[in-house]
């Protein structure tokens, strides 16, 4: 196998990135010169250029360069990001990279016409670029994948709001399937509504979960134990014949933790263990 990190190939293709780079990055981003998108495209270009020029110019072998280099890292990163924040697919970035493959072969054929050294040159824009290719996809999914934790997390956030009912006296209305990381959220955001408002009292009104079972039930256990922890009683209320069948027939002791069947009974509930008798209609905020 040929290597591609001799120095005479490392010298040319530095010297055609070097010479050419204006040149190339035009040709890569193929846009006419007046155009703006153009404009950042060529300097997207003329960034990576030059940053591949000087690593190839360098002493890290060709095979560690993308994973190595920084300034290479970081001209990629960049490529692909904004590639991605405009609607871009990976597989369009990808092919932009091969773009760049075949331009900079051209290149490579105009400087030398050795053949055996256009070969080594060749293998050595192959080895590199195709780790560049597959740098630009990384740095993609990385990107949606951080994106689609942000957003679930901010659902999980807006799907369970702490709603003050009176004074003293805070709810948190869930809807849906109660897992751990919606446990989690759910504890966080009423233990620190807790403290904030001095609650004494927490509601959790499970009317809008479809079907509670053990686990259900174990994150619920969690949430009364954490809330008791911070000095409040706490309610559980949405408890419907369903549900009530379900917990006896699994045997989950909620024997300990107060229950009623709806919101306002819980509210009344919870009006008694604050010593408040005063009954003002209305949900304040």
């Known amino acids: 196998m040929l290597g591609t990190d001799d120095s005479q190939v490392r010298t040319v293709v530095a010297r055609v990135l070097a010479e050419d780079r204006a040149a190339l990055a035009r040709d890569w981003a193929g846009q006419e010169p007046g155009d703006g998108t153009g404009r950042e495209l060529r300097r ?27 300034a290479v890292r970081d001209a990629l990163t ?13 597989r369009a970035t990808a092919m932009a990279i091969l773009a760049l493959k075949r331009t900079m072969l051209g290149a490579i054929e105009r400087h ?8 080594r040159a060749a293998l050595l824009v192959d080895e590199l670029l195709d780790s560049a290719g597959v740098l630009t996809f990384e740095v993609y999914a990385a990107g949606r994948e951080r994106i689609i934790r942000e957003q679930h997390s901010q ?21 849906g399937t ?12 009423l233990l620190e509504a807790i403290q904030a408002a ?17 686990a259900v039930a174990h994150h619920l256990l969690q949430t009364v134990s954490a809330v008791r922890l911070m000095g ?29 069947g709806s919101l306002a009974d819980a509210l009344a509930t919870a009006m008694r263990l604050i010593g408040d008798g005063t009954a003002h209609p209305g949900v304040t905020g």
């Open 44 to 70: 997207e270009a003329v960034d990576l250029l030059e940053a591949l020029g000087a690593a190839i110019g360098g002493t890290l072998p060709v095979s560690r360069i993308v994973d190595q280099d920084p």
């Open 198 to 214: 001095e609650a004494r009292v927490a509601i959790i009104d499970i009317t809008g979960v479809p079907t509670v079972d053990t």
């Open 78 to 90: 960049s490529l692909s990001e904004r590639r991605a924040r405009a609607g871009a697919e990976p």
């Open 155 to 175: 659902v999980l956030e807006l799907s369970t709001p702490v709603v003050r009912l009176w004074r003293h006296v805070l709810a948190v209305p869930l809807i």
């Open 232 to 260: 409040a009683e706490c309610v559980i209320s949405g408890i419907r014949p369903s549900i009530a069948q379900t917990i006896t027939q699994l045997g989950i002791d909620l024997s300990h933790i107060v229950t009623r």
């Open 112 to 119: 030398t016409e050795d053949s055996a050294l256009r070969y």
């Open 178 to 189: 109660l897992d751990s990381a919606r446990t989690q959220v759910v504890m966080n955001s």
